[in-house]
């Protein structure tokens, strides 16, 4: 008697990796999603402009991976990684940007995120970046490896820790958006915070920079990478 072949169930595919793509020109963006939706692993599910967008568009879409510009309006990529990690520490993060620096560098690993690639090598290394992210591995360009042999070697040289932070989170908060020309009134607002308060951080910010008005505050934020020049 014939028998017929065992049946098989085909096995599904996996869903693709959901994406939020957070940058504040809309040509970047455009050509990040061309190279992530080339690919069928890859699907970018929302876009932000800057910062605080990213954070409200990743608790709304609930994302896979938060693709973050550093340099961004309202709130900085670093410290829109930082409010991500708190709320949602699930989701995975990379940073995309053009700062070959090691201070950012370091910054986006202490902000949560797995990875740190350079926008001049995007077409090579984002969407292995982004792979290596959902597979719980961090990614690093060259020169990144570098600087972190680099830093481990130099503090077990000396026996030291990386340099503490020379402000508070909340203060750099502060300071971009002082920067970016905000009043205490808009600021205070913003952060849901009184103005009384906004004006002290203030004053704790000239303290502790030895700065002494708001055009030094804003040369400051420029040089620190909060605004763009």
Known sequence: MRTSPPTTTPSLAAAPTRILLA????????????ILDGEPD?????EAGDGAEAVEMARAEQPD???LDIAMPRLTGL???????????????????????????????KAGAAGYVLKSVADRDLVEACRAAMRDEPFLYPGAVTALIRNFLDRAKDGEDLPAR???EREEEILKLVAEGHSSKEIGDLLVISVKTVERHRAN????????????????????GLIEP
Not at 42 to 46: E, G, K, Y
Not at 99 to 105: A, L, P
Not at 205 to 224: F, P, S
């Open 42 to 46: 890859l699907t970018v599910v929302a």
């Open 79 to 109: 410290q829109a990684a930082r409010e991500l990690s708190r709320v949602m520490p699930g989701l995975r993060i990379l940073m995309l940007t053009m700062y070959d620096n090691e201070q950012y560098f370091f910054e986006a690993l």
């Open 65 to 67: 991976l938060a693709i």
């Open 166 to 168: 020379t402000i508070t």
């Open 23 to 34: 940058d504040d020109h809309a040509l970047v963006r455009r050509g990040v999603r061309l």
């Open 205 to 224: 910010l000239l303290q502790k920079l030895g700065l002494r008005d708001r055009l030094e505050l804003t040369r400051y934020a420029i040089r620190a």
